[in-house]
Each structure stands twice: as C-alpha cells, then as structure tokens.
C-alpha cells in the first residue's frame, strides 16, 4: 500500500481512537445525498413505468381510427391486423360517455365496447376483476370499475340504467327512447384512479346499440408482444391500411404525458444534486481544517522526502474514501427507504389527512418505485467525483506550503 493512502486512511479512523466528527459528518451529508437522490429518481421512475403500464393495458400499444366517419365491413382490415407476427391481441371497439343511473344516483362514465367471445383481451379482464366474473358480460349486462360502483352503491347483481346521446337524438325528432337497463355482471379494478373512478366495460353490440352505429365502429386497440416495436408496426400498418385510417402508437397518445414526467425527473436531478455539491463543500472545508492543523506534520512529511505532490494526493484520496463510504451507505438506505415507502407514505398520509388527495392527484393508491441501473451508475459515479474532487482545494494549497515555514508553524 503506498504510504500516502495509507497516511489518508489513517486521517479518517484513526486507530485506537474514536471516529472523528468531521469524518462523520462528511460521510453523513455524502449518504443523505445519495439517498435522497435514488429515493427521488426511483419514484419518478416508478410513476412513468406505471403510467406507461397502465396506458398500455388500457388502451393497447397502438389504436387505429378514422377521424371523419365510423368505420363499417372491417373484418378485412382486422384479418390484416392479426396476421402481422408482431400483434397479440387485435379488437374493435367502440367507446363513448353515458349517463348512467341507480336508485336516483346519477354518474357519468366513460363506457367502453368490447367484443364478446374473444381469447385474449387488450386489457386483461381476468386479471383485474374482484368481484364476480367478467364470463358473465353479455349484451344484457355491463362490467364497473371499483371507483363508478361505489359511487353508485351498487354491486354485482344490481340493475343500472343506461341514458346515450341517441336518446336526445331521438327527442329531436319527437321519438322517446327508453334508457337501457343493464346488469353489473362484475366489477373491475385496474389499480390507476383515473380508470378506476369512472369507467365501465360492455359488449361491442350493446355499445353500438347505444350510440347508434348499427354495425360500425370507432377503431381498433391493438397490443403487441414488444412494446418496443410499436413504431415499427405502426409503419407497417401504414402501408398496409387505407389512407383514411389514422394510426397511433402510445407513445404519440401520450407524448405530452411522457415529456411532462421524463422533464419533471430531469429536474428533479438537477435541484436534488445540490445536495450532493454541498456535502462535497462540506467535505472541501474539513479537509482545509485538516490541512491548517496538521501544517506542521505536512511540514516534516515534505522534509523527509515525501513530494508535495504525494502529500496532496493523501487529501484527495480522503475525499475519495469518504465519498465512497458516504455512497454506499447511501445506496442501502435509500433501497431501504424504497422498500418500506408505502408504510412510510401510508403513515404520513393518515397524520396529515392526504390519503384523498393523494389518490386524487397521483392516480396511484401506493407508491410506485421502478430501478434503473443507469441511474444507480450515474450517481454512484458523481457522488464519489465530486467528493474526489472536493479534495483539491485542500490538496492544491498543501503544494503551495513552503516546508520550512510549515515547521515554524505554530
């Protein structure tokens, strides 16, 4: 080991001697730093993967419409779709807002049309029911997310009463069309508060019915083995479809989404740096300290032949072991914070009485979290640069310091 690693290691722990309070505290701030920054990127990261995920199984990786006029005879176009080896899941849907109403509670949902009978599902229903079974839908019955069926009191086996836009139409023209009376076959919980609190789910022919578009359609939800291949496919599509039909992958759905959360975590890592650049100044000034205690002691290192530049060195290596040593305990407390962050929020709420607001705001009933190695490796790296680097000042005023007056000092 040479001597002036050792000399550093030795600055830091002493032996025999209790852990200096400087040493202490640089390391803590380095850790607090650290954490926080993991703590905070992790999170970030978490609600775009869950949103992403969410969206995803929602509404499909990519949708086809037609803008201008609803789309009929597409069984063509469909046998298309699911020949490409790329497609999972190709459905036709049709979609639309109601006002839907029980024992003279009224909601207004956005309703969703799906075709009945299918194997695989754009969202998967099976997966999501929690209470009775999603087998059950038929045209005369209609599937609740968790948030509309507590808002309507209702459960599985009641009747809802169903009012379209057709009914005013129909009013129009001095026809009555009576509301649609359909039965909660099941209730759904997707885990995201904006699907959850007002959607519902029911068979493509009920929906056409509902809004009048005999055999027609709004568009087709398509999901793929790859998100990733998303753009790829949709080129494909291009080619392969009508000039009239309008394709659109996820990403384009929710770009402005998807910009807004990738610029929130961008900043979030510029402010929350700061802690890390004021920890490494923290660091800068105990190493000054060490340098006017130990002037002479710099003194007759140089005296006996050690180089200022080895002398200098022994400081930077100190900011580099503290960094290190502050990063990787910073690294533990952060995975552990994030691996009991919903107890932690959960307990924060119920103090302050935000667990609404929290669920209003956020989408989410817990906390997401999501670890990218490239956020590890970027701060893992930073951290110990700028604590390294936190040691040349100290280091760069030690090769300024004339031996024999360093002797002298008092």
């Keep these: ?24 505290v640089s390391i803590l701030g380095v850790l607090l730093g650290v954490a926080v ?12 993967h869950e949103i992403r995920n969410k969206v995803r199984s929602t509404s499909g990786d990519i949708q086809v419409r037609s803008p201008r006029e609803i789309i009929t005879d597409y069984d063509a176009v469909l046998e298309k779709m699911r020949n490409n080896p790329e497609v999972l899941v190709a459905e036709p849907y049709a979609e639309g807002i109601v006002m839907m109403q029980y024992q003279n509670l009224p909601a207004f949902p956005f309703i969703h049309g799906i075709p009945l009978g299918e194997e695989k599902y754009v969202l998967p229903l099976d997966k999501v029911i929690i209470a009775g079974n999603f087998q059950d839908l038929d045209h005369d019955s209609i599937l609740l997310s968790s948030g509309l069926a507590k808002a309507l009191r209702v459960w599985v086996g009641d009747i809802v009463e169903i009012y379209s836009p057709l009914m005013l139409e129909k009013m129009k023209k001095d026809e009555v069309l009576l509301p649609r009376e359909l039965k909660v076959a099941a209730i759904f919980e997707v885990g995201w508060n904006q699907i959850d609190s007002n959607a519902a789910i029911c068979s493509l022919p009920t929906m056409q019915d509902l809004y009048g578009l005999e055999s027609g359609i709004h568009g087709f939800s398509i999901k793929l083995k790859d998100p990733n291949e998303a753009f790829e496919v949709a080129d494909q599509l291009h080619r392969m479809l009508p000039s009239n039909f309008r394709i659109i992958t996820w990403h384009e759905m929710n770009e402005d989404l998807l910009f807004v959360l990738q610029l929130e975590k961008n900043m979030m890592f510029f402010i929350i740096m700061f802690i890390v650049l004021v920890a490494s100044f923290s660091i800068s000034i105990t190493l000054m300290i060490s340098v006017v205690r130990k002037t002479r002691e710099i003194g007759l290192l140089v005296a006996m032949g050690a180089s200022r530049l080895q002398v ?5 290596l100190q900011g580099f ?7 990787i305990l910073g690294v533990g407390f952060a995975m552990l914070c994030l691996a009991f962050r919903n107890d932690i929020v959960h307990k924060f709420a119920q103090l302050t009485n935000s667990e ?6 956020y989408q989410f009933a817990n ?24 040691g040349i000042i100290p ?3 030690v090769t300024k310091m004339n031996a024999a007056e360093a002797l002298r000092h008092d």
């Design 367 to 390: 906390l997401p979290a999501h670890y990218e190695v490239a956020d590890f490796v970027i701060v893992i790296l930073l951290s110990i640069l700028l604590s390294t680097f936190a």
């Design 1 to 24: 080991m040479p001597w002036y690693l050792y000399y550093a290691w030795k600055q830091l722990f002493p032996s025999g001697k209790k852990l200096p309070f400087f040493s202490i």
């Design 312 to 316: 200098a060195l022994g400081f930077c």
């Design 37 to 48: 920054l993991l703590i905070v990127l992790s999170v970030m990261n978490g609600f775009g």
């Design 321 to 327: 072991v503290i960094g290190t040593f502050g990063t």
């Design 356 to 361: 609404a607001a929290l669920l209003r705001f």
């Design 395 to 397: 280091a760069w005023r």
